[in-house]
């Protein structure tokens, strides 16, 4: 059994035996991995910290916006649970594979709960090479100019799926700043009809390896149409363009999204769990 004396924080000196532990599972790690790509390390630049147990690194977890355990047994949660808990919750979720995120849950919760919601079953999926169905000419890139007529699908896919209203407390800005990233970055992708919104669909992280596709949306009056299917394609597409796997996680309990990813050509090969605050 690992014995471990604690959770230890990382820095840029670790980074070449971080990078090897998240190239062994890439598509799980694709949302920690993509930041460390970039920012390397440092807790400022990152935007959280990475912890660490064991000196091969045999434990892994980022805390920023969100707590993401990456690798660990059973003693290693323990210690990650034992520093979060010291550090105070600051983050808005609790999510990554589902084997490492509900025993985290099951030691931080009698200090952090009542959660929101607990999803412990959200099937992650991926599709390597292009899509098995054509993809939708007409979903694109949003242009800048067009955040404004992007922002209200991007609202009501976020309070649709997350439960929440995302401007609740600043007004928007905050979720107004992080979607105009996506979109500066060419990561927002969507289907226009008469200046409105139809589909849409992000990249939200992307690594060397995998992107990982979230925030797929239909406008009401277009489901059951198959924009969805077409327009999902339309962004793995893309990301096959740039040798990327696409990959998402959807909530087990939503059949009709599953059977559309599965119809694109994405297999399961692993579940996530997230627990919402």
């Given at each position: 059994?690992?014995?471990?004396?604690?959770?230890?924080?990382?820095d840029?000196r670790?980074?070449?035996?971080?990078r090897?532990?998240?190239?062994?599972?890439?598509?799980?790690?694709?949302?920690v991995?993509?930041?460390?790509?970039?920012?390397?390390?440092?807790?400022?630049?990152?935007?959280?910290?990475?912890?660490?147990?064991?000196?091969?690194?045999?434990?892994?977890?980022?805390?920023?916006?969100?707590?993401?355990?990456?690798?660990?047994?059973?003693?290693?949660?323990?210690?990650?649970?034992?520093?979060?808990?010291?550090?105070?919750?600051?983050?808005?979720?609790?999510?990554?594979?589902?084997?490492?995120?509900?025993?985290?849950?099951?030691?931080?919760?009698?200090?952090w709960?009542?959660?929101?919601?607990?999803?412990?079953?959200?099937?992650?999926?991926?599709?390597?090479?292009?899509?098995?169905?054509?993809?939708?000419?007409?979903?694109?890139?949003?242009?800048?100019?067009?955040?404004?007529?992007?922002?209200?699908?991007?609202?009501?896919?976020?309070?649709?799926?997350?439960?929440?209203?995302?401007?609740a407390?600043?007004?928007?800005?905050?979720?107004?700043?992080?979607?105009?990233?996506?979109?500066?970055?060419?990561?927002?992708?969507?289907?226009?009809?008469?200046?409105?919104?139809?589909?849409?669909?992000?990249?939200?992280?992307?690594?060397?390896?995998?992107?990982?596709?979230?925030?797929?949306?239909?406008?009401?009056?277009?489901?059951?149409?198959?924009?969805?299917?077409?327009?999902?394609?339309?962004?793995?597409?893309?990301?096959?363009?740039?040798?990327?796997?696409?990959?998402?996680?959807?909530?087990?309990?939503?059949?009709?999204?599953?059977?559309?990813?599965?119809?694109?050509g994405?297999?399961?090969?692993?579940?996530?769990?997230?627990?919402l605050?």
């Amino acid at each position: 059994m690992l014995r471990v004396a604690g959770a230890r924080l990382l820095d840029d000196r670790d980074r070449a035996g971080v990078r090897a532990a998240l190239e062994a599972d890439p598509v799980a790690a694709c949302m920690v991995a993509a930041r460390i790509e970039v920012a390397g390390l440092d807790p400022w630049r990152l935007g959280g910290e990475l912890w660490a147990v064991g000196p091969r690194l045999d434990g892994l977890c980022f805390s920023g916006a969100n707590l993401v355990p990456l690798r660990g047994e059973r003693s290693a949660l323990r210690s990650f649970a034992d520093r979060a808990r010291r550090h105070g919750r600051g983050c808005s979720s609790l999510v990554g594979r589902a084997e490492l995120v509900l025993p985290l849950w099951d030691d931080l919760a009698p200090a952090w709960a009542p959660a929101r919601e607990v999803r412990p079953d959200q099937p992650l999926m991926v599709l390597a090479g292009p899509p098995a169905v054509t993809p939708d000419p007409l979903v694109r890139p949003v242009r800048p100019d067009e955040i404004d007529l992007y922002l209200p699908a991007a609202i009501a896919m976020f309070t649709e799926e997350v439960g929440v209203d995302p401007r609740a407390g600043d007004g928007g800005a905050g979720y107004r700043a992080r979607v105009a990233e996506l979109v500066g970055a060419g990561r927002a992708f969507a289907r226009f009809e008469d200046g409105q919104v139809v589909f849409k669909a992000e990249i939200g992280a992307l690594s060397s390896q995998v992107g990982q596709i979230q925030g797929v949306w239909v406008h009401p009056s277009r489901r059951g149409h198959g924009y969805g299917t077409i327009g999902t394609a339309a962004v793995a597409d893309r990301l096959a363009a740039m040798g990327r796997i696409s990959s998402l996680y959807v909530n087990g309990f939503n059949h009709v999204a599953r059977s559309v990813y599965g119809r694109i050509g994405f297999t399961q090969v692993a579940s996530f769990a997230t627990v919402l605050f």
